[in-house]
Nanobody
């Protein structure tokens, strides 16, 4: 079974940083593009990032571009997302996902696990 365990969320002040981690298992990690999406209370799911299986190309939503950086280590089956200059608008549950695709700014994901809550507040 595909398992994706996200961690690293928490409470951070505006302007601060967090690094999310995702441990993957149960599938051939090297074959999948990986990504993150988020869902804020009362809002629709928003695709945030996607990194190709080789790790040499990544995509970001306009709302996080230049602030968030996704990375992966295929040997460790891990994905990370460094989030900088956080604002209250970034408050959401963040989900690690496998099998992401990007179409004209729209993100799709095949599998995801339980999310990790990020709260940006003073």
């Amino acid at each position: 079974d595909v398992q994706l365990q996200a961690s690293g969320g928490g409470l951070v002040q505006p302007g601060g940083s967090l690094r999310l981690s995702c441990a993957a298992s149960g599938f051939t990690f090297d074959d999948y593009a990986m990504g993150w999406f988020r869902q804020a209370p009362g809002k629709e799911r928003e695709g945030v990032s996607c990194i190709l299986s080789t790790g040499d190309l990544a995509y970001y939503a306009d709302s996080v571009k230049a602030r968030f950086t996704i990375s992966r280590d295929n040997a460790k089956k891990m994905v990370w997302m460094q989030m900088n200059v956080l604002s209250p608008e970034d408050t959401a549950v963040y989900y690690c996902a496998a099998g992401c695709r990007v179409y004209t700014g729209q993100y799709e994901y095949d599998y995801w696990g339980q999310g990790t809550l990020v709260t940006v507040s003073s």
